[in-house]
């Protein structure tokens, strides 16, 4: 978690307002043999892992992803991966308003 924490100021300070920060664990080949613990309930080794969403304008995104990479980069397998993916549509549930990207 304690990367995570530096992840999440260094994107406030890059401008991010809010994010979703999700705490997961992860298993896979590419587990890091000096942070798995074994599972009885998945039978296998696995990571906790914090996963963290947020949306952004397209013209951010490249220095959003250099933020996280910088910051999160440790050189060993499992230092995670990040994802960037449009969003064609979104509504807000409290108004029904839709595609107000001017509030993010």
């Not at 809010?18 to 942070?35: P, Q, S, V």
Request: aromatic share 8%; glycine share 6%.
């Amino acid at each position: 978690m304690e990367k995570a924490d530096t992840v999440i100021a260094k994107l406030e300070e890059a401008g991010i307002n809010g994010m979703t920060l999700i705490d997961a664990n992860a298993f896979a080949k590419w587990a890091d043999k000096e942070l798995f613990s074994y599972s009885i309930e998945f039978i296998q080794k696995y990571s906790t892992v914090v996963k963290i969403e947020f949306l952004c304008n397209n013209e951010d995104a490249d220095n959003l992803v250099d933020v996280i990479s910088t910051q999160r980069k440790t050189g060993r397998s499992g230092d995670g991966r990040i994802f960037v993916s449009p969003i064609d549509n979104a509504v807000r549930i409290k108004t029904g308003v839709v595609n107000d990207f001017d509030n993010l």
